[in-house]
């Protein structure tokens, strides 16, 4: 069965520093990975999706994930964070059917 | 154009109520889907549906029902409410090209559900 597994439930970023979202999968196929992010009291937005070719994914606001099959990885990153990206970002796998599994999702916290 | 909306925004149920949660899409997309939102688990799906008349379960259909008699609304029931259904609730649909794989899902604003 298909499975993600985020494993940072909270980061906490300095305003312009880098960021890091972390994201494992399991499936057995080629897989079809997704990034979403959920701002407060909102439903998800799509911020990038991988499913062939360069495994470097360029997303909106200026997000970009990087899809490494050894490691079962598929990792959210931004150079330098802004106050409106805290929000809860949540890493999906397809499975059959269109259907969507998801990870349990990571809080983003930005200080300034 | 305003995607995907949900009727209505937050209720509140005592145990053993029913109701039902409207959703409806205006981008003409053949799938939708039903999800609720719990802390620390993510999304997981209720129940979905990929064509007019058709619905499947999803990984969390106990307690709920659905109906899609128009391609633009997709109804999620609740019989008889009970405090484990507190949850939030989201629909979302996509569009088929027939390949399956890779369509995006767009999401409603939400349902906050609170069973007492």
């Known amino acids: 069965a298909q499975s993600v597994t985020q494993p940072d439930i909270h980061i906490t970023v300095s305003e312009g520093a880098s960021l890091e979202l972390r994201c494992n999968y399991s499936?057995?196929?080629?897989?079809?990975l997704f990034w979403y992010v959920q701002s407060p009291g909102q439903g998800l937005q799509l911020l990038l999706k991988?499913?062939?070719?360069?495994?470097l994914v360029q997303g909106i606001k200026g997000f970009e994930a990087e899809f490494k099959r050894s490691q079962s990885s598929f990792n959210l990153r931004k150079p330098s964070v802004h106050w409106s990206d805290a929000a809860e970002y949540f890493c999906?796998?397809?499975?059959?059917?269109?259907?969507?599994?998801f990870g349990a999702g990571t809080i983003l916290r930005v200080k300034s | 154009n305003a995607g995907v909306t949900q009727t209505p925004k937050f209720r509140v149920l005592k145990t053993g109520q029913s109701m039902t949660l409207l959703c409806a899409q205006d981008m003409n997309h053949e799938y939708m889907y039903w999800y609720r939102q719990d802390p620390g688990m993510g999304l997981r799906l209720i129940h979905y549906s990929v064509g007019e008349g058709t619905t499947a379960k999803g990984e969390v259909p106990d307690g709920y029902n659905v109906s899609r008699l128009k391609k633009q609304n997709f109804l999620l029931g609740l019989e008889s409410a009970a405090p484990s259904q507190t949850s939030v609730y989201f629909c979302?649909?996509?569009?088929?090209?027939?390949?399956?794989?890779?369509?995006?899902?767009?999401f409603g604003p939400g349902t906050r559900l609170l069973v007492l």
């Open positions: 999906a796998v397809e499975g059959n059917g269109n259907k969507l599994v």
């Open positions: 991988y499913f062939s070719g360069d495994t």
């Open positions: 499936y057995g196929a080629t897989p079809y």
């Open positions: 979302a649909s996509s569009y088929s090209t027939g390949a399956w794989k890779g369509q995006t899902q767009y």
